[in-house]
């Protein structure tokens, strides 16, 4: 596992983080690593754009839209 070190972090903001880990129940470190991973497990716009043009149908014309709407209707 990689170990990580920020430096010249503003005194208001590590208190605040202290804080905030205190108020989780936390060490400041698990509260850290929490707030990391989840910061790098949500994808980006640009990843979620990517995503989109993968479902994304380049040619729709009236009956492929009517078509959905019946078949909605009839699920319901």
Do not use: C, H, W
């Not at 503003?10 to 400041?28: F, M, N, T, W, Y």
């Not at 640009?46 to 380049?58: D, F, G, L, N």
Request: hydrophobic share 45%; proline share 3%; aromatic share 4%.
């Amino acid at each position: 596992m990689t170990a990580f070190t920020i430096r010249e972090v503003p005194d208001d903001i590590a208190s605040r983080l202290k804080i905030r880990a205190a108020e989780a129940g936390q060490s400041l470190q698990t509260y850290l690593l929490a707030l990391v991973t989840r910061e790098a497990t949500r994808p980006t716009l640009a990843e979620i754009a990517q995503r989109a043009e993968q479902y994304a149908v380049s040619e729709v014309d009236n009956d492929d839209v009517l078509a959905l709407i019946d078949e909605g209707r009839a699920a319901r």
